[in-house]
């Protein structure tokens, strides 16, 4: 079976202390309880979370859905997106099978990103790595004062914006991003054709801004 390799890459830097990251916790575990009640992601997702604050981690390496444990993630410190984007193209360059004689490359990855700041790093030579791997759909979420201009450079069309990180909001990201997941693992194993953009994925509640 083609993996569908999924990476969340979450901003757990100082600004989201407090309700904010709480949400987010809250929001993954909805996001993989939801997935594993539909038999298609169930087959074909992989998940993986990356968080950045003052440094990029892989807190949760590419892990099929019944095997995935939730993370206690913690906010603290500033916004090393720039790490972020590197670390998510190496884990991408390790996890992510290639065709062989005898196997079948997974489909290509998709990236959701989140984040509430500005870069405290070289966003640059991350972005350029980032650049350098194969993705499949890339979408970027500005939430309260982040910089999605800025975020165009990683999803280009594909940026939404919160503008609060109340429970509502950051439930109706996640929510969303669980029905992307479903739909693009539909998608591979009906048609076979990866999703690209967001023209592609669930309409965003009204929650959720599309900035053009």
Do not use: H
Not at 26 to 51: F, H, K, W
Not at 73 to 85: C, D, P, V, W
Request: charged fraction near 20%; aromatic fraction near 6%; proline fraction near 6%.
């Amino acid at each position: 079976m083609r993996r569908l390799p999924v990476y969340l890459v979450l901003d757990t830097s100082g600004s989201m202390s407090g309700e904010p990251i709480q949400q987010v916790k809250n929001g993954v575990q909805m996001l993989v309880s939801a997935l594993r009640q539909d038999p298609q992601a169930l087959e074909t997702a992989y998940l993986s979370i990356i968080t950045f604050d003052s440094s990029a981690r892989e807190v949760v390496p590419l892990t099929d859905l019944p095997s995935f444990q939730t993370p206690d993630i913690q906010a603290t410190g500033i916004t090393s997106m720039g790490e972020a984007l590197s670390l998510v193209a190496d884990c991408a360059k390790r996890d992510v099978v290639k065709a062989s004689a005898t196997k079948k490359a997974d489909w290509r990855p998709m990236v959701f990103l989140m984040t509430d700041g500005i870069p405290t790093d070289d966003f640059q030579k991350g972005l350029t790595r980032f650049k350098e791997e194969r993705w499949g759909a890339v979408v970027a979420c500005a939430v309260d004062s982040a910089d999605a201009s800025l975020l165009q450079q990683i999803a280009g069309e594909a940026v939404v914006k919160l503008d609060t990180s109340d429970s509502a909001s950051l439930s109706a990201f996640f929510k969303w991003v669980t029905a992307s997941i479903s739909t693009s693992s539909k998608s591979v194993q009906t048609t076979g054709k990866e999703v690209e953009g967001l023209d592609q994925l669930p309409p965003p509640p009204p929650e959720i801004q599309v900035v053009v």
